[in-house]
Nanobody, 124 residues
Framework: EVQLVESGGGLVQAGGSLRLSCAAS????????IGWFRQAPGKEREGVSC????????YYADSVKDRFTISSDNAKNTVYLQMSSLKPEDTATYYC?????????????????WGQGTQVTVSS
């Protein structure tokens, strides 16, 4: 059974940093890409970043480029999302998701296995 468990969310002041973790199990980690999505209250879920398992390629939404960094520790079956220079508009529930590949910013209309989400709140 595919399981994705996010952690690391919390409350942080604007300008601060958080690191989210996504621990994966139930599938061959090296064969999958992991994406991060977020959903703010009253808004649609949007793709944030993705890391490709095949070549390590990384992709970012324009709204987080140069502030967020996605990385993978294959030995731990874990993907991280380092978030810096956080803004109030980054407040959302953040989800990690797995699929066979990614070649661009992840889209919600693609087929993914989903985690349960972790809340990030950025205060002004």
């Amino acid at each position: 059974e595919v399981q994705l468990v996010e952690s690391g969310g919390g409350l942080v002041q604007a300008g601060g940093s958080l690191r989210l973790s996504c621990a994966a199990s139930g599938f061959t980690f090296d064969d999958y890409a992991i994406g991060w999505f977020r959903q703010a209250p009253g808004k649609e879920r949007e793709g944030v970043s993705c890391i490709s398992s095949s070549d390590g390629g990384t992709y970012y939404a324009d709204s987080v480029k140069d502030r967020f960094t996605i990385s993978s520790d294959n030995a731990k079956n874990t993907v991280y999302l380092q978030m810096s220079s956080l803004k109030p508009e980054d407040t959302a529930t953040y989800y990690c998701a797995a699929r066979d590949s990614c070649a661009n910013v992840p889209r919600v209309d693609e087929r993914y296995y989903w985690g349960q989400g972790t809340q990030v709140t950025v205060s002004s």
